[in-house]
């Protein structure tokens, strides 16, 4: 038996002034799509930004629906149209930003695992690293320079 050692580095940002200009914006833009995200029953508002390499900003925000599983994230509806609406342009960096109104988020909240898997996928497509930025609803903000630090283990179709 061998023993294996997973590190993964990020950078942390005290908050969203912290951020250079570009990265500021973007986060904003999501801050924005998280007000206008639908979620009635979680009460867990996310948004996300995309830039992409042809300088468009895609974003999404979560949307559910009494039938949970039918719903959206916020990373995956952006992905996802980003991939639609550009699908030869590069996902270069994404900004996220979740808030509750049960408690106060103010730690960075990463994406979720099904989210993770489909960044991973546009990863692998693009053959290029996806920045991810992600935040609560206020506080410090976690920087990844690629979804391979967030999910080591990625599974990806040259095992299928």
């Known amino acids: 038996m061998k023993e294996v050692k997973i590190e993964t580095t990020l950078q942390l940002f005290d908050d969203i002034n912290e951020l250079p200009e570009d990265i500021k914006s973007l986060m904003s833009i999501a801050i924005d799509a998280r007000e206008n ?20 900003v895609v974003i999404g925000n979560n949307q559910e629906n009494a039938s949970y599983p039918s719903g959206l994230c916020a990373e995956r509806t952006a992905i996802y149209y980003a991939g639609a609406k550009y699908p030869d342009a590069k996902i270069l960096k994404m900004a996220l930003t979740a808030s509750s109104k049960n408690k106060v988020t103010d730690k960075p909240i990463p994406p ?49």
């Open 37 to 56: 995200a639908y979620a009635p029953y979680s009460n867990f508002n996310v948004g996300a930004s995309l830039l992409l390499d042809n300088n468009e």
């Open 112 to 160: 979720c695992g099904a989210c993770r898997q489909a960044i991973a996928e546009y990863e692998l497509k693009q053959d290029h690293n996806i920045e991810i930025y992600f935040m609560g609803a206020k506080g410090k903000v976690a920087k990844s320079s690629s979804l391979s630090n967030l999910l080591p283990f990625i599974f990806e179709s040259s095992v299928l």
